[in-house]
């Protein structure tokens, strides 16, 4: 017997049970932005190498450690995308969306690093991404932000998440900062981590971001970058504050917040909580304003974040956040016994589907008897089930079980069956999700 093919490590089915809390919260964020006025991109999920390294940073662990790179039979790198913001860029600018023009711009689907699965982490994860272009102040900002809360105000998660907000300033400051906090850490560099050890010479900013014990106890009394940064950047991180303040969002300021990416600067910012142990981290973004030059187009000032499906799907799982009419995904299951039932209740069934376009139903195929039928039925999870035999089709009706009320089967003129299921299940049916 050959070799059961599995799926790869850290790369996950999305099966029938899970799909419908996807496609709430998937249909929850498309219906927020859209209320916002975010028009929807779609990239493509491989990119040429270089994008990446010259947007991520070729010394950042996504670029060294992380991405799927290969050759194609062209010899060209490409890689499948570790995060979406580079490619939406690359996309904007290609197809003339950014000089001199404003972009709201939002995406989803599949992104891919080499990390090692565990829970809330996967080699292969979904992020929704939101990117906007050619607005500068700290209003835009502000404006991602309040639409992030609202979607968790909206989910019913909102008090479970903490919002951390820090500046990384301009380049320039940045730089010097770096040079300071460089300095100060190779003191203790032999009492630094594995990982903080390697950063120092390359991205010292990520030692920032270091869980170990001791290296966050020699951080205390590290240089604070409040002493490096530049005027534009605190009046505009003070603007955004003020915003967030009038509106009554709270937030946490957090010195020690970098991001993983080379490109941002400025404004950054996550949404945390600690109800996912390790991985508390559900949204997160900032302003990344030389990106677009940085990839060859005009200067063009630009913020955005994405959030994390998985991580954002288990929070509302561990929160119990989901609706419970989620469960529900039938209204009706059409079973047919004797000769020529069969064809008579799949024309049936598609002459009720015209007739109520928002009825779900499933019509039973492969015969059988009743009994087993509406076994079947009954594990379908369908409100009714609707029982065509010869005799009822030849006296014109149908007859109706209610699978999770009691009543009494009854019998329905078939030419009264649309309206019948309409009528019972806007009654009995919760209201549809918006």
């Given at each position: 017997?050959?070799?059961?093919?599995?799926?790869?490590?850290?790369?996950?089915?999305?099966?029938?049970?899970?799909?419908?809390?996807?496609?709430?919260?998937?249909?929850r964020v498309r219906n927020l932005l859209a209320r916002y006025g975010y028009s929807?991109?779609?990239?493509?999920?491989?990119?040429?190498?270089?994008?990446?390294?010259?947007?991520?940073?070729?010394?950042?662990?996504?670029?060294?450690?992380?991405?799927?790179?290969?050759?194609?039979?062209n010899g060209d790198s490409l890689t499948l995308r570790p995060e979406g913001t580079a490619g939406c860029v690359r996309a904007a600018e290609e197809h003339g969306l950014l000089f001199n023009q404003q972009q709201r711009l939002w995406y989803q689907g599949p992104m891919f690093r080499h990390e090692r699965p565990q829970k809330g982490r996967y080699r292969q994860f979904h992020q929704i991404g939101v990117e906007t272009f050619g607005l500068n102040g700290p209003d835009i900002d502000a404006e991602l932000i309040l639409l992030s809360a609202r979607l968790w105000r909206e989910l019913g998660i909102l008090d479970h998440l903490t919002l951390e907000l820090n500046t990384l300033g301009s380049a320039a400051a940045?730089?010097?900062?770096?040079?300071?906090?460089?300095?100060?850490?190779?003191?203790?560099?032999?009492?630094?981590?594995e990982d903080s050890q390697r950063r120092l010479s390359t991205n010292p900013l990520r030692i920032l971001d270091s869980k170990d014990p001791r290296t966050r106890e020699i951080l205390q009394l590290a240089p604070s970058f409040d002493s490096y940064l530049d005027d534009e950047s605190r009046q505009h991180f003070a603007g955004l504050c003020q915003y967030l303040d009038a509106a009554g969002v709270a937030y946490t300021l957090n010195p020690r917040l970098v991001r993983g990416l080379d490109y941002y600067g400025k404004t950054v910012f996550e949404w945390t909580t600690t109800a996912l142990?390790?991985?508390?981290?559900?949204?997160?973004?900032?302003?990344?304003?030389?990106?677009?030059e940085q990839l060859g187009g005009k200067a063009t000032p630009a913020v955005g974040f994405a959030m994390g499906v998985e991580r954002l799907i288990l929070l509302l799982e561990t929160l119990n956040a989901f609706p419970a009419e989620l469960a529900q995904q039938l209204d009706v299951y059409l079973a047919a016994s004797g000769e020529g039932a069969?064809?008579?209740?799949?024309?049936?069934?598609?002459r009720l589907r015209?007739?109520?376009?928002?009825?779900?139903?499933?019509?039973?195929?492969?015969?059988?008897?009743f009994k087993q039928q509406i076994k079947r039925a009954d594990k379908s999870g369908a409100s009714l089930a609707v029982l065509l035999g010869e005799d009822e089709i030849s006296r014109g009706v149908a007859s109706v079980k209610y699978l999770r009320e009691a009543h009494q089967q009854s019998e329905v003129a078939i030419s009264d069956l649309a309206g019948f299921l309409a009528q019972h299940l806007r009654i009995c049916k919760p209201a549809e999700l918006s």
């Amino acid at each position: 017997m050959s070799k059961k093919i599995q799926a790869i490590r850290g790369m996950n089915d999305l099966l029938p049970d899970a799909s419908p809390r996807w496609q709430y919260l998937e249909g929850r964020v498309r219906n927020l932005l859209a209320r916002y006025g975010y028009s929807e991109i779609r990239m493509p999920i491989v990119e040429q190498t270089a994008l990446f390294k010259r947007s991520i940073g070729e010394v950042t662990d996504i670029v060294e450690k992380e991405m799927y790179t290969f050759e194609d039979r062209n010899g060209d790198s490409l890689t499948l995308r570790p995060e979406g913001t580079a490619g939406c860029v690359r996309a904007a600018e290609e197809h003339g969306l950014l000089f001199n023009q404003q972009q709201r711009l939002w995406y989803q689907g599949p992104m891919f690093r080499h990390e090692r699965p565990q829970k809330g982490r996967y080699r292969q994860f979904h992020q929704i991404g939101v990117e906007t272009f050619g607005l500068n102040g700290p209003d835009i900002d502000a404006e991602l932000i309040l639409l992030s809360a609202r979607l968790w105000r909206e989910l019913g998660i909102l008090d479970h998440l903490t919002l951390e907000l820090n500046t990384l300033g301009s380049a320039a400051a940045r730089a010097e900062y770096r040079q300071a906090l460089t300095s100060y850490l190779e003191g203790f560099k032999a009492e630094l981590d594995e990982d903080s050890q390697r950063r120092l010479s390359t991205n010292p900013l990520r030692i920032l971001d270091s869980k170990d014990p001791r290296t966050r106890e020699i951080l205390q009394l590290a240089p604070s970058f409040d002493s490096y940064l530049d005027d534009e950047s605190r009046q505009h991180f003070a603007g955004l504050c003020q915003y967030l303040d009038a509106a009554g969002v709270a937030y946490t300021l957090n010195p020690r917040l970098v991001r993983g990416l080379d490109y941002y600067g400025k404004t950054v910012f996550e949404w945390t909580t600690t109800a996912l142990g390790s991985q508390g981290t559900v949204c997160a973004g900032g302003r990344y304003d030389g990106l677009v030059e940085q990839l060859g187009g005009k200067a063009t000032p630009a913020v955005g974040f994405a959030m994390g499906v998985e991580r954002l799907i288990l929070l509302l799982e561990t929160l119990n956040a989901f609706p419970a009419e989620l469960a529900q995904q039938l209204d009706v299951y059409l079973a047919a016994s004797g000769e020529g039932a069969d064809a008579y209740a799949l024309l049936l069934a598609e002459r009720l589907r015209s007739e109520q376009p928002g009825l779900r139903i499933l019509t039973h195929c492969g015969g059988g008897a009743f009994k087993q039928q509406i076994k079947r039925a009954d594990k379908s999870g369908a409100s009714l089930a609707v029982l065509l035999g010869e005799d009822e089709i030849s006296r014109g009706v149908a007859s109706v079980k209610y699978l999770r009320e009691a009543h009494q089967q009854s019998e329905v003129a078939i030419s009264d069956l649309a309206g019948f299921l309409a009528q019972h299940l806007r009654i009995c049916k919760p209201a549809e999700l918006s």
